[in-house]
C-alpha cells in the first residue's frame, strides 16, 4: 500500500515509517521543514501546500493516510484548519483509510472504567492540548466521508527520545521530594511507543470498505499501567527524581483548589474553577482496551520500569559500600603495638576500651620507654613483643614499617596498619614482599566517619546510577607546625599527598573504575620546600577527576563533589558534613548545609571537651579487627580491595614528588 505519515518527525511518529516500511508498504512522509537523512520519499512544505506537494510526488494517489499533525501551543480554530488542510489533501490523493492520532487526554474526567467506547469531551476546564484534540477529532468524524475513518487514542507514550517522563504527574518541591499532582491511585495511562506503531501497522494493513466507510476508534494503555504512587516512587527510587513522594488525598486537593480559586477569580475578573479543572488528575480511572488488543491481535503490556531506566540509559550504581555483613573473627588474646605515638593515645587506646577488649597490650616505641596509660586497658609498662603474637597494629612511620614486617615473628598472621601503606612505587614494591601471606589491614577509617556512614547509607537507599564526573578541593596547614621532625620534612617524606591528603583521596577514586590516566599536574613549592599546590586532572575510563590540594593557606576544609546519574553529593570536612542535591539547589539546601555544619561543629567541641564521642570510626575497624564485631568494615580495608587505591596514590606521588 502507499501509505502517507504526516508529522513523521514528531516524537510519536518518529519510528512509524521504518516499521510500515518493514511490513512492506511504499511510504511518504510530510514535515513542516526538512528532516535529517531525507529521502526523495520524504517531503517537506506548508501544509497550505499539502495536496499540490503530496500529489506530485505520490501521483495523485495514497491508499492510507495517517494523521500526526498540529498546531504546537495552537488555538482550536488554528488546528481546525490545519485539520481542514490534510482533509482536503486526502480527498485529492483518493484515500481510502484516514487513520487520526488523536489523544486518551479527550475522554471524560469520570470516575470509573473507559473503554472505545467512551466519546471525546471538550470542556473549557480542560488544558489547551486535551481541548485542541477533542476539538479535531469531533471535527474529522463529522466531516470525514471520503473512505474508512480510524481514531487511535494513544496514552502517554513511553520511549526514547522523550523528554520528562514524570510531566503531569508529580511536582519536584524545593525540599528535593516529590508531589504527586492528584490521585495517588490513578492510573498513569502508559503506552510503549513500539506497541503505537505496531497498532498503526495493523490497522494500515486492514482492508478498506469503498462502499460502506466505517469509524472505528482504538484505545492504547497498557494493561499493566502503574497508579500514580507506583510511578512516582519508582521515579524517585532508581531515577533519582527526587527523595521521596507525598501524596495528599483527594478531598484535601478539592478543599485547597476550590480555596486558591477564589482569590484568582477576583484577580481574572471571570470565574476560575481550579478543582474543575484539576478533576482529570482526582478522579480514579482504569482503562479497558480489550477491543483493541482483540481486534488488532496486540499485546501491549510491557516492562515500563525498563523502559524508564532505558530512557535515562541508567548504568548500575557503583559496587559500594557492602551490603552482606561477615560473621565475627576470633578474638585475640593479646594485641602487638609497634609504634605508640599521638594517634595510639588518641583514638586506638580509648576506642578499645569503649568497645571491652580485655585482653593485653604489648608494645614497641623505640621513643618511648614506659607505656602511656589508658583507662580500661591493661598495657604492659616495658617494651616488649612476645614470640607467640597473632595480631599486630603497626602505628610507626611509614619508613620504618619495612623493617617491622620483615622482624615479625611467624605467628602473626594479622597485621593493622595505621595509613599510608605505602608513599612510593618503590616502597609499595618492598612493602608486597614483606607482607608474605599475612591477612594485612590497612587502617582508612574515613570510610566509617559520620557523614560516611550518611553517604553510605543515602546511596544505599537512593541508587545514584554511574558516575559522571568527581573532584576534590582540600586545604591544610603546614606540616611545618607539627612536633615530630619526620612531619615537618615534607617533601622528603611526602607528607602532603600520601598522610594528610590519603583519606579524602581514597573517598575521591572511591568509585571510579578502570586505570587511571594523569592529564595534568601542576605543582609549586613554598620557600620552605614545601609541596604548596597541586592542581591535577585525570580520567578514570573517560570519567574526569579534578583535584586541588593547597597547604601552607591558613585554611582546613576539605570539599568532595561526586556527580553520578540521577543525583550529586557533596561531602564535607572541618566540620564532617554530606548532603545530596537533586534538582534545583536553592535557599533550603544551603540552610541545610549550614545547620549539619553547625550540628557537627557542635558535635565535635563536645568531643574535644570529653563530654561525648561522636565520631567512632577508629572503633569501627578496632572493633572488627580485634572480633568484637561484624567483619565487614575490616573486609573492606584489607589490602587486596585496597590496592588499587595505593596504585594510583603512588602514581600520583612519584609524579608530584619527583624532584625528591
Same mark, same amino acid.
Given at each position: 500500500?502507499?501509505?502517507?505519515?504526516?508529522?513523521?518527525?514528531?516524537?510519536?511518529?518518529?519510528?512509524?515509517?521504518?516499521?510500515?516500511?518493514?511490513?512492506? %508498504? &511504499?511510504?511518504? /512522509?510530510?514535515?513542516?521543514?526538512? *528532516?535529517?537523512?531525507?529521502?526523495?520519499?520524504?517531503?517537506?512544505?506548508?501544509?497550505?501546500?499539502?495536496?499540490? !506537494?503530496?500529489?506530485?510526488?505520490?501521483?495523485?494517489?495514497?491508499?492510507?493516510? @495517517?494523521?500526526?499533525?498540529?498546531?504546537?501551543?495552537?488555538?482550536?480554530?488554528?488546528?481546525?484548519?490545519?485539520?481542514?488542510?490534510?482533509?482536503?489533501?486526502?480527498?485529492?490523493?483518493? $484515500?481510502?483509510?484516514?487513520?487520526?492520532?488523536?489523544?486518551?487526554?479527550?475522554?471524560?474526567?469520570? /470516575?470509573?472504567?473507559?473503554?472505545?467506547?467512551?466519546?471525546?469531551?471538550?470542556?473549557?476546564?480542560?488544558?489547551?492540548?486535551?481541548?485542541?484534540?477533542?476539538?479535531?477529532?469531533?471535527?474529522?468524524?463529522?466531516?470525514?466521508?471520503?473512505?474508512?475513518?480510524?481514531?487511535?487514542?494513544?496514552?502517554?507514550?513511553?520511549?526514547?527520545?522523550? $523528554?520528562?517522563?514524570?510531566?503531569?504527574?508529580?511536582?519536584?518541591?524545593?525540599?528535593?521530594?516529590?508531589?504527586? #499532582?492528584?490521585?495517588?491511585?490513578?492510573?498513569?495511562?502508559?503506552?510503549?511507543?513500539?506497541?503505537?506503531?505496531?497498532?498503526?501497522?495493523?490497522?494500515?494493513?486492514?482492508?478498506?470498505?469503498?462502499?460502506?466507510?466505517?469509524?472505528?476508534?482504538?484505545?492504547?494503555?497498557?494493561?499493566?499501567?502503574?497508579?500514580?504512587?507506583?510511578?512516582?516512587?519508582?521515579?524517585?527510587?532508581?531515577?533519582?527524581?527526587?527523595?521521596?513522594?507525598?501524596?495528599?488525598?483527594?478531598?484535601?486537593?478539592?478543599?485547597?483548589?476550590?480555596?486558591?480559586?477564589?482569590?484568582?477569580?477576583?484577580?481574572?475578573?471571570?470565574?476560575? +474553577?481550579?478543582? #474543575?479543572?484539576?478533576?482529570?488528575?482526582?478522579?480514579?480511572?482504569?482503562?479497558?482496551?480489550?477491543?483493541?488488543?482483540?481486534?488488532?491481535?496486540?499485546?501491549?503490556?510491557?516492562?515500563?520500569?525498563? /523502559? #524508564?531506566?532505558?530512557?535515562?540509559? #541508567?548504568?548500575?550504581?557503583?559496587?559500594?559500600?557492602?551490603? !552482606?555483613?561477615?560473621?565475627?573473627?576470633?578474638?585475640?588474646?593479646?594485641?602487638?603495638?609497634?609504634?605508640?605515638?599521638?594517634?595510639?593515645?588518641?583514638?586506638?587506646?580509648?576506642?578499645?576500651?569503649?568497645?571491652?577488649?580485655?585482653?593485653?597490650?604489648?608494645?614497641?616505641?623505640?621513643?618511648?620507654?614506659?607505656?602511656?596509660?589508658?583507662?580500661?586497658?591493661?598495657?604492659?609498662?616495658?617494651?616488649?613483643?612476645?614470640?607467640?603474637?597473632?595480631?599486630?597494629?603497626?602505628?610507626?612511620?611509614?619508613?620504618?614499617?619495612?623493617?617491622?614486617?620483615?622482624?615479625?615473628?611467624?605467628?602473626?598472621?594479622?597485621?593493622?596498619?595505621?595509613?599510608?601503606?605505602?608513599?612510593?612505587?618503590?616502597?609499595?614494591?618492598?612493602?608486597?614482599?614483606?607482607?608474605?601471606?599475612?591477612?594485612?589491614?590497612?587502617?582508612?577509617?574515613?570510610?566509617?566517619?559520620?557523614?560516611?556512614?550518611?553517604?553510605?547509607?543515602?546511596?544505599?537507599?537512593?541508587?545514584?546510577?554511574?558516575?559522571?564526573?568527581?573532584?576534590? %578541593?582540600?586545604?591544610?596547614?603546614?606540616?611545618?607546625?607539627?612536633?615530630?621532625?619526620?612531619?615537618?620534612?615534607?617533601?622528603?617524606?611526602? @607528607?602532603?599527598?600520601?598522610?594528610?591528603?590519603?583519606?579524602?583521596?581514597?573517598?575521591?577514586?572511591?568509585?571510579?573504575?578502570?586505570?587511571?590516566?594523569?592529564?595534568?599536574?601542576? $605543582?609549586?613549592?613554598?620557600?620552605?620546600?614545601?609541596?604548596?599546590?597541586?592542581?591535577?586532572?585525570?580520567?578514570?575510563?573517560?570519567?574526569?577527576?579534578?583535584?586541588?590540594?593547597?597547604?601552607?593557606?591558613?585554611?582546613?576544609?576539605? *570539599? *568532595?563533589?561526586?556527580?553520578?546519574?540521577?543525583?550529586?553529593? &557533596?561531602?564535607?570536612?572541618?566540620?564532617?558534613?554530606?548532603?545530596?542535591?537533586?534538582?534545583?539547589?536553592?535557599?533550603?539546601?544551603?540552610?541545610?548545609?549550614?545547620?549539619?555544619?553547625?550540628?557537627?561543629?557542635?558535635?565535635?567541641?563536645?568531643?574535644?571537651?570529653?563530654?561525648?564521642?561522636?565520631? +567512632?570510626? %577508629?572503633?569501627?575497624?578496632?572493633?572488627?579487627?580485634?572480633?568484637?564485631?561484624?567483619?565487614?568494615?575490616?573486609?573492606?580495608?584489607?589490602?587486596?580491595?585496597?590496592?588499587?587505591?595505593?596504585?594510583?596514590? $603512588?602514581?600520583?606521588?612519584?609524579?608530584?614528588?619527583?624532584?625528591?
Amino acid at each position: 500500500m502507499k501509505i502517507l505519515v504526516l508529522a513523521s518527525s514528531s516524537f510519536a511518529a518518529r519510528n512509524l515509517p521504518a516499521a510500515l516500511l518493514a511490513a512492506g %508498504h &511504499e511510504v511518504w /512522509t510530510f514535515n513542516r521543514s526538512q *528532516i535529517e537523512n531525507s529521502g526523495p520519499r520524504d517531503l517537506h512544505g506548508c501544509y497550505d501546500r499539502l495536496a499540490e !506537494i503530496t500529489g506530485t510526488a505520490m501521483d495523485g494517489v495514497c491508499d492510507v493516510l @495517517i494523521n500526526f499533525a498540529i498546531v504546537k501551543n495552537g488555538s482550536i480554530e488554528e488546528n481546525i484548519s490545519l485539520t481542514d488542510q490534510v482533509m482536503q489533501a486526502a480527498k485529492k490523493l483518493h $484515500v481510502r483509510r484516514f487513520i487520526h492520532i488523536s489523544s486518551i487526554s479527550v475522554l471524560p474526567s469520570i /470516575t470509573g472504567v473507559l473503554n472505545e467506547d467512551a466519546e471525546a469531551v471538550e470542556v473549557r476546564w480542560k488544558g489547551i492540548y486535551s481541548r485542541v484534540k477533542a476539538a479535531v477529532e469531533g471535527h474529522i468524524i463529522d466531516t470525514w466521508r471520503e473512505g474508512d475513518l480510524d481514531v487511535v487514542r494513544p496514552g502517554f507514550i513511553l520511549a526514547p527520545g522523550l $523528554v520528562d517522563s514524570m510531566v503531569g504527574t508529580g511536582k519536584q518541591l524545593p525540599t528535593g521530594h516529590v508531589l504527586g #499532582l492528584g490521585n495517588q491511585r490513578t492510573v498513569i495511562m502508559l503506552v510503549h511507543r513500539d506497541a503505537v506503531d505496531q497498532a498503526l501497522v495493523k490497522i494500515a494493513g486492514s482492508a478498506s470498505n469503498s462502499s460502506s466507510p466505517k469509524l472505528k476508534k482504538y484505545m492504547l494503555v497498557a494493561p499493566n499501567a502503574p497508579n500514580r504512587r507506583e510511578y512516582l516512587d519508582f521515579q524517585c527510587r532508581e531515577l533519582g527524581r527526587g527523595w521521596s513522594t507525598l501524596h495528599f488525598p483527594a478531598w484535601m486537593w478539592r478543599l485547597a483548589l476550590a480555596a486558591a480559586s477564589i482569590p484568582i477569580s477576583l484577580i481574572k475578573r471571570r470565574l476560575i +474553577r481550579l478543582d #474543575l479543572l484539576f478533576m482529570h488528575n482526582l478522579n480514579v480511572r482504569t482503562y479497558d482496551c480489550t477491543r483493541t488488543s482483540r481486534d488488532l491481535d496486540l499485546e501491549m503490556s510491557f516492562d515500563w520500569r525498563e /523502559t #524508564l531506566r532505558n530512557l535515562v540509559h #541508567l548504568k548500575p550504581s557503583p559496587p559500594w559500600p557492602p551490603t !552482606i555483613p561477615l560473621p565475627a573473627r576470633s578474638k585475640p588474646g593479646f594485641l602487638a603495638y609497634f609504634g605508640m605515638g599521638r594517634i595510639v593515645g588518641q583514638k586506638h587506646l580509648p576506642g578499645l576500651a569503649r568497645l571491652g577488649f580485655k585482653g593485653g597490650i604489648f608494645w614497641s616505641d623505640p621513643a618511648l620507654t614506659r607505656a602511656p596509660a589508658c583507662a580500661g586497658i591493661k598495657i604492659e609498662t616495658y617494651p616488649g613483643i612476645p614470640q607467640d603474637a597473632s595480631h599486630a597494629i603497626i602505628t610507626a612511620p611509614v619508613n620504618a614499617r619495612p623493617n617491622i614486617l620483615d622482624g615479625l615473628a611467624e605467628t602473626v598472621s594479622q597485621v593493622l596498619l595505621e595509613k599510608p601503606f605505602a608513599t612510593s612505587a618503590a616502597m609499595l614494591e618492598r612493602m608486597m614482599e614483606y607482607i608474605k601471606s599475612r591477612d594485612v589491614f590497612v587502617l582508612h577509617n574515613y570510610r566509617f566517619k559520620p557523614n560516611l556512614m550518611r553517604m553510605r547509607a543515602h546511596l544505599r537507599n537512593h541508587p545514584p546510577g554511574a558516575l559522571r564526573a568527581v573532584s576534590l %578541593h582540600f586545604e591544610t596547614p603546614s606540616p611545618a607546625n607539627e612536633a615530630s621532625s619526620w612531619m615537618k620534612q615534607e617533601w622528603r617524606n611526602r @607528607i602532603v599527598l600520601t598522610d594528610y591528603a590519603i583519606h579524602y583521596l581514597d573517598l575521591c577514586w572511591m568509585f571510579c573504575q578502570g586505570e587511571m590516566q594523569v592529564n595534568r599536574c601542576l $605543582v609549586t613549592r613554598n620557600d620552605r620546600g614545601e609541596l604548596e599546590t597541586l592542581s591535577a586532572s585525570m580520567t578514570f575510563d573517560g570519567i574526569p577527576c579534578d583535584i586541588l590540594i593547597r597547604s601552607g593557606g591558613h585554611q582546613r576544609h576539605c *570539599i *568532595i563533589r561526586h556527580h553520578f546519574q540521577n543525583y550529586s553529593t &557533596e561531602t564535607r570536612f572541618f566540620p564532617d558534613v554530606f548532603v545530596a542535591m537533586t534538582g534545583g539547589q536553592g535557599p533550603l539546601d544551603d540552610a541545610q548545609l549550614a545547620l549539619r555544619g553547625f550540628t557537627r561543629t557542635v558535635a565535635k567541641v563536645f568531643e574535644k571537651l570529653g563530654l561525648r564521642v561522636t565520631d +567512632r570510626s %577508629h572503633d569501627t575497624v578496632l572493633e572488627s579487627f580485634t572480633g568484637h564485631g561484624d567483619s565487614s568494615p575490616l573486609q573492606e580495608l584489607s589490602l587486596e580491595n585496597l590496592l588499587t587505591f595505593y596504585r594510583r596514590l $603512588v602514581m600520583l606521588a612519584d609524579r608530584v614528588y619527583q624532584e625528591a
